[in-house]
Each structure stands twice: as C-alpha cells, then as structure tokens.
C-alpha cells in the first residue's frame, strides 16, 4: 500500500485540541442533519436523494447539450461566456478585466473551484488585491492557509488565534468575543465591497433552461459581492448544471440539510445577468466562466463519472473517520475527506498521491449520507486498482508483489491454508488479556504498521479454526 504522509498525521494526532475541534464541529453536524432528515420531519428524504442523483446522472450524461443551452440563455439576458480548460486561463482573463476596468481590489465571496487552481495567490502576483468576504475564508486568508473543511474552512483554529491574527494583520486591538471579531471583520470588508471594481463569485447549481446562476449562503456576502462592484464574474465548474428551475427544489431541499443542517440556507440568490434598466441594483457587466480543469476527463470515465455528481455539501467528510482523525490539511490538495479522496487522483493523476484512494476504511457513512448518491467506496476500489496497476507498470514493488501472489497462491490450496492456521493458532498465542501485535509481535512496533497498531491491535488467534470446528459440529450431529 502507498505510503501516507505520517509525520504530520502524527502531528495532529497528537494535538488535542485539534482532535477535539474537529470531532466537536462535524459532531454537531452530524446530529443537526440527522434530526433534519429524519422520517418526521422528511418523510421523502430518501426519494429526493434518488431523484437527485437521477437528475444528475442525466445532466453529465448530456452535458454538451445543457452547456449550449445555458450559454444561449446567458447572453440572452445580456451576460456573456467564457470557457477556461484550466485556472491559467482564468487568472488571464481577470488579470486582463481588472485593467480595463482600471481597479486593482477584488471582492469574493467563498468559491472552492477558485481555489483549486490558487486564484487569490496568482492575482496577487500581478498586483491585483483578492479579498475574500466570507468570515471564515477572510481568517484563512489572513493565514495564508488552506480550507480545512469544505463548508467550514477556519475549523480548526480558535477564538484565540482569530485574535492574534486580526491584531497581527489587520492593525487592531486584540478581541476575543466572537462576536466583536465577526464585528471587526464586517467593518473592514465593508469598505471593500464599496470600493471594489469586481465581484467574484462561485455558484452552487446553474439552470440550464433559464440561464440562472444559484447561490446558497448564510452570510450574505454573496449577495453584496454580485450586486457592489460593477462588474460581476461567476466561476463555476461545468458539472454544476441542472436542467430545469424546479429541479432545484429537488437539490435545495438536500444542500442545506447535509451541509449544515439547515432546512434551508438564510440567502438564496437566484441571478440572470447584469442589471436590467428598471432594476435599482446589481452589477452593469456579468461574466460566467465555465471551468473545465480536469472535468472533462472524469466525464470520458464512465464508472467514474459520476464524481461530478458531487454538490459540495461537505457531509461525507463529517461522518468519515479517517476525515475526524487526521483532519483537512492531511490531505494534498483542496477537497479534503471521502471526496477528495475520489476526485484528487482523477483530476492529478493516481500516482501524484497514491495513498489517498487507500485513506479510507470502507466503512460507506459516506455513501450513506451522500445526497447524491455517489457510490464512494466503490470509486475508491477503481481507484486503488488503478494505482496497483500502475505500480505494477512501474514494478516499483516486487516486495509486495511477491507477498500478494504468494497469499494467492496459498489461498487455492484449502489444505496448506489450513495447516498454516492450525501452526499460527499454535505459535501466535499472546498473554491473557494482551493483544497479538503489541504483546507478541512487538517488532511491529516500529516500521511501516507503527502508526497503524498506535490506534489498533489484533486478538490472538483462536486455538481452533473455524474448518475445525465445523468437522466437530457434523461429528456430534451424525452421532
């Protein structure tokens, strides 16, 4: 199996606090959609999930379709279209609008496709000031960190530390009332929004038939960054269509509930173009850029596709225990947890880090909890084939090799097997009470299984196998 980056999985391991804040939030969580889709209170829950992942399944079945269609309907209502096979081409396009626009300073409301490509950082290099509007992604900014959770991305830092970063970088005296921070924070982005040339936004669901870009928010800020600044550009990947305005009761009802366990988030937007002549707000230019950045190859997977499905609600990350142990920043690129673990190696490549697709224990909470319906564990099992095939191309570890065809082997002779049982049951036996590895194996203990066998152990063998016992029970039936 590859090997995963354990120095800093031990790091947060170890680290207490860390343990119990994500443990503490995506508890929370959990309990809040588990009450929200309940018999009682969504009697249909799982009828919308299927009628989700119907409509989904349709839509990236025919997407050219749906992308023309929802381009058509854009510039109808005055906005205009861009296509970008990769982050390059957005910054490009940015960088080239901020200077006929004459404005340097950015406002943004929380975009996770921005930063799959390091929107904020590469805008900087051309001067251009970036400044994220959401309370969370405006901390890590000020960090200069990751997301370390999909929906809530300052997850992992306390009052303590907001408060030492606003003093450091913000020029203020320190304050450690939440509320008087979240005060602080509105103040500055105030000014910002008034003084920003462009707004830039992400979206949850584009409609197809109408040409609408739909935001889900609870602070509004995504309605102050596409109404301030003149000029309003979405950044959206090209699998967030959905055909029809009335299949987005289908995915509202679902978003909110697994994301943060709201029946519905306090802002939904709905927004079609620039300002019309009898409209009092909203921006004079609207953008939509469509993003490709690695899209397109999932879609040619036919059992892969259905990555795209994805909505971005963050629950399958909640419910993951390997996701609530090492937490978000563990993980190589942006999307951390279960989903990360499926459209990282397909967006980069297996062997870029190998060991995601193995960072699981197959337990399906997050298959259970989808609200789309994305098989996970099962793409993690194309996945780790994938990357033991290429392995194997590579022969970069005939160890491993060696052992799984020896295992191979030993399992099509039922007899050997059980001899090799019968001789484990009667060797590998530990002290009453003590575990097999930690007792008798204790070579384990250091190695590749250390970090293993810190958390787990395994019993001592039973002196009697099953085969065996099963040959007593026939015998004491037949007599």
């Known amino acids: ?69 929802l381009e058509s309907k854009v510039v109808e209502h005055g906005g205009k279209v861009l296509w970008c096979r990769d982050g390059g081409e957005v910054v490009d396009f940015l960088v080239k609008l901020a200077a006929e626009k004459n404005t340097n300073l950015i406002v943004k409301s929380k975009s996770m496709v921005t930063e799959e490509f390091g ?19 405006f901390i890590i900014q000020l960090a200069h960190e990751k997301p370390y959770h999909i929906v809530l991305p300052a997850l992992h830092m306390t009052r303590y530390q907001v408060a030492d970063l606003f003093t450091e970088k913000l020029g203020v005296e320190r304050e450690e009332v939440i509320e008087k921070q979240t005060k602080i924070a509105r103040t500055v982005l105030r000014q910002k929004f008034l003084h920003a040339g462009i707004g830039i936004t992400g979206a949850n669901f584009l409609v197809a038939e109408s ?12 309605r102050f960054t596409s109404t301030a600044p003149k000029v309003h550009v979405v950044i959206a990947g090209i699998e967030k269509l959905v055909p029809r305005a009335k299949d987005l009761a289908t995915f509202l009802k679902l978003l909110a509930r697994s ?23 909203g921006p004079e230019e609207f953008y939509l850029v469509l993003l490709d950045n690695g899209r397109t190859k999932l879609l040619a997977d036919r059992e892969k596709r259905q990555s795209l499905y ?13 996701y609530r142990k090492i937490g978000g920043h563990n993980y190589p690129w942006v999307y951390s947890g279960p989903i990360g673990s499926i459209i990282t190696p397909q967006y980069q490549g297996v062997m870029q880090s190998p060991w995601l697709p193995f960072a699981s224990s197959l337990c399906g909470a997050c298959a259970e909890v989808c609200p789309v319906k994305i098989e996970i564990p099962k793409l993690l ?25 020896g295992w191979a ?42 970090a293993w066998i810190k958390e787990r152990d395994l019993p001592p063998l039973p002196e009697k196998s099953f085969r065996q016992l099963w040959r007593e029970r026939v015998r004491v039936e037949k007599h």
């Not at 590469?122 to 000031?129: C, D, S």
């Open 310 to 322: 994805c909505i971005r609600c963050g629950s399958c990350l909640n419910h993951c225990p390997v």
């Open 1 to 69: 199996m590859p090997a995963f980056p354990l120095v800093k999985i031990e790091e947060t391991l170890s680290n207490d606090y860390l343990q119990n804040a994500v443990y503490t939030s995506t508890g929370r969580l959990i309990v809040k959609r588990k009450d929200l889709v309940s018999e009682t209170v969504l009697p249909d829950y799982q009828e919308l999930r299927d009628q989700a992942n119907r409509i989904k399944r349709h839509t990236i079945d025919n997407l050219d379709y749906y992308l023309e269609q």
């Open 409 to 450: 082997w030993l399992m099509r002779h039922p007899k050997l097997f059980e001899l090799g049982g019968m001789m484990g049951s009667a060797v590998l036996t530990a002290p009453e009470g003590g575990g097999l590895i930690r007792n008798v194996l204790p070579f384990f203990r250091v190695g590749p299984l250390k």
């Open 259 to 281: 994301a943060t366990g709201q029946p519905l988030t306090v802002y939904t937007s709905f927004l079609s173009g620039p300002r019309r002549p009898n409209e009092i707000d």
């Open 119 to 137: 929107m904020n950082e590469r805008l900087a290099e051309h001067g251009l000031e970036p400044v994220e509007t959401d309370l969370g992604e």
């Open 381 to 405: 099992l194309l996945l780790r084939s994938d990357v033991n095939k290429a392995k194997e191309k590579e022969h970069k570890n005939w160890l491993e090799h060696l052992i799984f065809r």
């Open 211 to 222: 040409g609408a870009v739909v935001m889900a928010t609870n602070e509004g800020n995504g």
